[in-house]
């Protein structure tokens, strides 16, 4: 399984028992398209198909960003429904996913971790980062909500108050703060980080895969699963308020919001 093609946006290598997913959109902060959504989604059925692969790495290409989140132009051409219907449902079934996967996954943060890029991480097993990296839920700084299960996973990884302080401000936080809070479990000098990645992933996957993928399982069992955020997202993005958040983030000034 190998996919490097020069107009690939998620590039997929096997090496051994590890599969490596990187982001390849670094011209554009990797930022989420629904094309990309659906190339993960393959690759993630591909990988948990697949008996030889006992462990997943994801990370992204460039040093700036893991993934800047879901591409705003992207979706704020969509109607209401579209937005509903293509966008806040497919980032969560693909998310969901990568959650459900059998084989451990490890987010290697390369840079930062926005929105749907923070998403992603948190849909991940383990979490390490890059020193320089900052992570956070800039979704109310243009008027709608996270609608890809940060909601949910945020508050079970770091509680219900600091996933508030993260989505209720859209202030970010760096990777001190994020190893603190327990959002990641390391961090680590930017060189460092792929090397680190891997020796986690060669640690996972010379345990016995089956007695791991069981593990993972029981950990996993209590999870939050109900999520109302497609629902929230399809309706907040579409509001005077995310009118003028996204022409405030396409024209660079700061919004004005109206309440409405």
Known sequence: MSEAAAD????VSVAGPVAT??????????????????????A???????AAVRVVVITGAGAKAFSAGADVVAWSALSPLEMWRTWTRTGQRVLDRLESLRQPTIAALNGVAFGGGLE??????????????????????IGTVPGWGMTTRLAAVVGPARAK???????????????????????????????????LAARISDM?????????????????RTSLE??????????????????????????????S
């Open 44 to 50: 993630f059925a591909a990988i948990d198909a697949d």
């Open 165 to 199: 302080q993260l989505i209720l401000t859209g202030t970010p936080i760096d990777a001190a703060q994020a190893v603190a809070w327990g959002l990641v479990s390391e961090v680590l000098p930017a060189a460092g980080l792929a090397a680190r990645a891997g020796e």
């Open 208 to 224: 016995a895969p089956v007695a791991v993928q069981v593990a993972k399982q029981l950990i996993d069992a209590n999870r939050p």
């Open 120 to 141: 992603l991480a948190l849909a991940c097993d383990l979490r390490i980062a890059a020193d320089h990296v900052k992570v956070g839920a800039p979704e109310v700084g």
């Open 8 to 11: 690939q946006q998620i590039e």
């Open 230 to 259: 497609p629902l929230g997202g399809g309706l907040t993005a579409f509001s005077d308020d995310a009118a003028e958040g996204q022409a405030a983030f396409r024209e660079r000034r700061a919004p004005e919001f109206g309440g």
């Open 21 to 42: 997913i990187t982001l390849n959109r670094p011209e554009k902060l990797n930022a989420l398209t629904l094309r990309m959504l659906a190339d993960l989604d393959a």
